[in-house]
């Protein structure tokens, strides 16, 4: 099957892409992602990328417009759907980029992601598919999580801390500055006896 994958980043290509070329799939990679934020973290993903193509001998075909504005016209004031919004952003120029060269199907490494909403990304890919005329080729990525990892490590590619979104951003620091003030309270606790 002759299949354009999104790709978000490199550690999340890692194992999907060679699992894909192994099942004797023509595979094409395809980065769009205007959820990513900032500039410097859109460079690093899409330079380990380049990288991880070179590496592993596939072909990558990027949209590198830095897309910010876009992403936060789709999420402003509706946060707590941000996910699906950005799900939707990507899958639906990925979906249309498969019809337009005549792709057997599309997937994406976002179901490589234990962190993703994997069962959202089904059904959002699985819509757009409908909507643009391209089937969507489903594989629960997930197995392979520890190999991606392994592989992206050996490799040195840019590892990130967070989705990419400004919002995810903000949640890993929220998570490291409550971890901090629980040992500071825990801390004070203990030093006052």
Known sequence: ?????????????????????????????????????PFQ???RRL?????????????????????????????????????RHCYDMRLERTAREAARGGFDAFTTTLLYSRYQQHELIRERAGFWAGRCGVAFYYEDFREGWQQGIDESIRLGLYRQAYCGCIYSEQERY????????????????????
């Open 1 to 37: 099957m002759r299949l354009l994958v999104h790709l978000c980043c490199g550690p999340c290509a890692a194992y999907p892409m060679p699992r894909l070329l192994a099942a004797g799939h023509s595979v094409q990679g395809f980065f769009f992602n205007p959820n990513i934020h």
């Open 41 to 43: 973290e859109f460079r």
């Open 47 to 83: 330079d380990a990328l380049q990288t991880l193509s070179r590496l592993q001998g596939w072909e990558l075909v990027a949209d590198e417009r830095y897309g910010l504005t876009e992403y936060l016209r789709q999420v402003v004031f509706d946060e707590a759907r941000r996910c």
């Open 174 to 193: 929220d998570r490291e500055w409550r971890r901090a003030e629980r040992a500071r309270q825990r801390a004070a606790r203990l030093a006052a006896g």
